[in-house]
């Protein structure tokens, strides 16, 4: 593409970005990138409607990175209640840590070093790098990798280390603002560049290859992620709530206040042990300290 069919493609994102730009409180002037570092954690394997609902309060609790670094870890599980995963709680923290200790309490902003602090991988370090510090960089998750390869290729993407998409994302990317971007693409590639697009309400429609070359897009796949109920996330999440609420509770204080049967629950509060999210303390189970 040339740098004179770039141009009207970035108004056009920007346009349709601008009324949603503060749909979410993370979004929202003056943030600073401790609260985008949080959201982003958060928004790791789960939808931002959920986040919403957790983000000012967990900020309210821990205002600033070094609030959450000297927390206990049990506080900061405490916090997470609504969000699941919480090895991504303990990930945070952890991170929070590192930050005080290596960087002397400020989030660095090369993706580089954002890259080494626990739970963050290149995706996460990119977004940060990218609505943080405005560095030029691409955070490319899903709905952005499909969103350049169908408007800038003409193609469905195969893969996820497409060299020639990441050159065309590259390419794409606003300098002048490339958080905005980011996130711009993310939330076309979500609500409307799906597997199945909904072209005739694209910003891109008139411009993209993939319409031109009257692609209809794919059928998404029947879900195959197994069922929340009954499932071991649910019996740890039990637990989790459980223990939020007691200092400390063992195997037959679990399974009577969750009704689930004895090996279940073992086995749930063995991985959360493991995961570092539970500690035990002889036959007694707490929130890890």
Do not use: K
Request: hydrophobic share 40%; charged share 25%.
């Amino acid at each position: 593409m040339t740098a004179l069919d770039i141009s009207p493609l970035r108004r056009a994102l920007r346009a349709w970005y601008r009324p949603r730009r503060e749909r979410y409180p993370w979004r929202r002037q003056g943030i600073d990138p401790y609260a985008v570092l949080v959201s982003e954690v958060m928004l790791q394997q789960t939808q931002a409607a959920r986040v919403a609902s957790a983000f000012e309060g967990f900020l309210r609790r821990f205002p600033d990175v070094s609030s959450l670094a000297a927390a206990s870890r049990g506080d900061v599980i405490r916090a997470w209640a609504g969000l699941g995963y919480h090895r991504r709680a303990v990930a945070l923290h952890e991170a929070a840590q590192a930050i005080v200790r290596v960087h002397g309490g400020a989030v660095p902003r090369d993706p580089r070093a954002l890259q080494q602090l626990p739970g963050i991988g290149r995706y996460t370090a990119s977004a940060i790098a990218a609505i943080a510090f405005n560095r030029p960089v691409v955070a490319m998750d899903v709905n952005v990798r499909r969103v350049t390869s169908r408007v800038v290729l003409g193609r469905e993407p195969e893969g996820d280390n497409d060299p020639e998409i990441a050159a065309a994302a590259g390419l794409l990317l606003d300098p002048r603002s490339p958080g905005t971007w980011n996130q711009a693409m993310m939330d076309l590639g979500r609500e409307v560049c799906r597997p199945a697009p909904r072209c005739e309400v694209c910003p891109f429609e008139q411009r993209c290859r993939f319409r031109g070359a009257g692609r209809p897009g794919r059928v998404p796949a029947a879900r195959t992620q197994p069922p929340f109920e009954g499932s071991n996330r649910q019996v740890r999440g039990r637990i989790l709530a459980v223990l939020r609420d007691r200092p400390s509770a063992g195997i037959a204080g679990l399974v009577a206040a969750t009704g689930i049967d004895v090996e279940r629950v073992e086995v749930a509060a063995a991985g959360l042990v493991r995961d570092g999210i539970v500690e035990r303390r002889g036959r007694s189970f707490r929130l890890a300290g």
